[in-house]
C-alpha cells in the first residue's frame, strides 16, 4: 500500500537533546513537507522540498533541521536550540506543487 | 497578508441537522483550494482540492463549493461518524497556507 510512514507515533525528549523524527514515502511524489501543529492552532510549516537533495525554510525554521538525501525520505530533526518542542509534528508529501497534500499519522513529542 | 480564517471554530449539530462550514482566503496566486478532516491524534485525511471559482465536489454527506474568495464545506444530514474537526488549506505554487480548522461534533 503507497503512503506516507512517519515513526515513532510518540516521543519524549530531555532537555538539552536533539532527536529525529522519520518520514518516509512510498508515492513517488517529489515535494515534502514538515508542519507542526499545536492545539487550537493550524498548521505551522517548519520546513519544505520540492527535490532530492534541496529544501526551503518554512515559517518555524529555528531550531529544527531537515535532510531530503533520498526521495522518499525527509527526516526532521529537533535540535536543542528548539525551546518550546512539544507539539505534534506531521510530515506530507504531494506530487508536486500546487496539487494536494498526504499526511502522514503524525508524531507526539514530549519534552520532559 | 495571506492567510486562511475558518469559521466557526466549534459546531454542535443533532445527528441529521445540515449545516454548512466557512473558509475564506487572502492568498495572492491562488493555485488551489483543499479540504481535510482530521480526527483527534491522527493526520489529517485528504477530502477534496478545487481548482477555480463556480467548482464543486462531493463525497457522500459532504460538498465543497468555491468562490473567488471563501470556499463552504455543506454537511447534509449528518451522523456521528462525521465528527471530527475539519481543516481548510490554500496552496499558491510556494507552500500551503492552513486554517485553524472548525470542530464539528455530531450528536446521536
Known amino acids: 500500500d503507497g503512503g506516507i510512514t512517519q515513526s515513532p507515533k510518540y516521543l519524549f525528549r530531555k532537555e538539552g537533546q536533539n532527536v529525529t523524527l522519520s518520514c518516509e514515502q512510498n508515492l513517488n511524489h517529489d515535494a515534502m513537507y514538515w508542519y507542526r501543529q499545536d492545539p487550537g492552532q493550524g498548521l505551522r510549516l517548519i520546513y519544505y522540498?520540492?527535490?532530492?537533495?534541496?529544501?526551503q525554510k518554512g515559517d518555524i525554521a529555528e531550531g529544527y533541521s531537515v535532510s531530503r538525501e533520498k526521495k522518499e525520505s525527509f527526516p526532521l530533526t529537533v535540535t536543542s536550540a528548539q525551546k518550546n518542542p512539544t507539539a505534534f509534528y506531521l510530515c506530507?508529501?504531494?506530487?508536486?506543487?500546487?496539487?494536494?497534500?498526504?499526511f502522514g499519522q503524525g508524531t507526539r513529542l514530549t519534552v520532559v | 497578508e495571506d492567510q486562511v480564517t475558518q469559521s466557526p471554530e466549534a459546531l454542535r449539530l443533532q445527528e441529521g441537522e445540515s449545516s454548512s462550514l466557512n473558509c475564506s482566503y487572502t492568498v495572492s496566486g491562488l493555485r488551489g483550494l483543499f479540504w481535510y478532516r482530521q480526527d483527534p491524534g491522527k493526520g489529517p485525511e485528504f477530502l477534496f482540492t478545487l481548482y477555480s471559482a463556480g467548482e464543486e465536489k462531493e463525497k457522500e454527506r459532504l460538498k465543497a463549493t468555491l468562490t473567488k474568495k471563501e470556499s463552504f464545506l455543506h454537511i447534509t444530514a449528518p451522523k456521528p461518524e462525521d465528527s471530527a474537526t475539519y481543516l481548510c488549506?490554500?496552496?499558491?505554487?510556494?507552500?500551503?497556507?492552513f486554517g485553524s480548522g472548525t470542530k464539528l461534533n455530531v450528536k446521536p
Open positions: 522540498s520540492q527535490i532530492v537533495n534541496d529544501f
Open positions: 488549506a490554500v496552496n499558491n505554487f510556494n507552500k500551503f497556507y
Open positions: 506530507a508529501s504531494s506530487p508536486d506543487r500546487g496539487t494536494e497534500a498526504f
